[in-house]
Structure formats: C-alpha cells, structure tokens
C-alpha cells in the first residue's frame, strides 16, 4: 500500500521561496504511469492543483501558478519536492501531495501540512 507523507517549514516569509518534500513508501515514484501531485486548500476556499511529476520525471504546473513553481524528484530517497518563488500571504494554505495512479484520479494522498506565509 502506498503511503505519502509531506515535510515542510511550516512558517515562510513573504518574498522566500518555500519547498516541500514528500516521501513516498510502498512504491517507486518511477512505476510507470504514476503522476505525483501537489495540491493546496487555502482557508476557507476549495482544492487548487499545482501541478504534477510524471513517471518519466516530466513535470507540468497549473497556468497560474507555473513561472514560481517548479517539481522535481529525488529517486535515490523516493522523494518529490515542491518549490514556490516569491510567496504571498496568498499563499497560506494546507499543501497535500497526492499519487493520480494508472486507473485515473488522485487515489492516495498525504496527511497535508500547513504552511503560513507571514513576516
């Protein structure tokens, strides 16, 4: 069964760029035809994508969000990580990472972790 879990800072301040891990177990992040997720829920407002690392270790991002964002993954410890530029208060949200596996849809997520931008 896979699991994931995210790790983050927890506070960031307006301007730095805040990065987030999440460490996948039971699976390797390269099986084929697994896309791994970031999604955030800011207060009070809906799920927004982010965007994804596919299995081939291409990444695609929201429109919106893809000149500060940026995917990447560390195979070696199982890992993907977020990377934010320039962050706002705007920013404030619950950060989930999420596996869209074979069969379609977002089928296992991570616990999510809080992250608050503020001075």
């Known amino acids: 069964q896979v699991e994931l879990q995210e790790s983050g800072p927890g506070l960031v301040k307006p301007s730095q760029t805040l990065s987030l891990t999440c460490t996948v177990s039971g699976e390797s992040i390269e099986t084929n035809y697994n896309y791994w997720n970031w999604i955030r829920q800011p207060p009070g407002k809906g799920l927004e994508w982010i965007g994804f690392?596919?299995?081939?270790?291409?990444?695609y991002y929201s429109p919106t969000l893809k000149s500060r964002t940026s995917i990447s993954w560390d195979t070696s410890k199982n890992q993907f990580t977020l990377e934010l530029e320039s962050v706002t208060p705007a920013d404030t949200a619950v950060y989930y990472c999420a596996r869209e596996g074979s069969a379609g849809g977002l089928d296992a997520w991570g616990q999510g972790t809080v992250i608050t931008v503020s001075s």
């Open positions: 690392i596919a299995y081939s270790g291409s990444a």
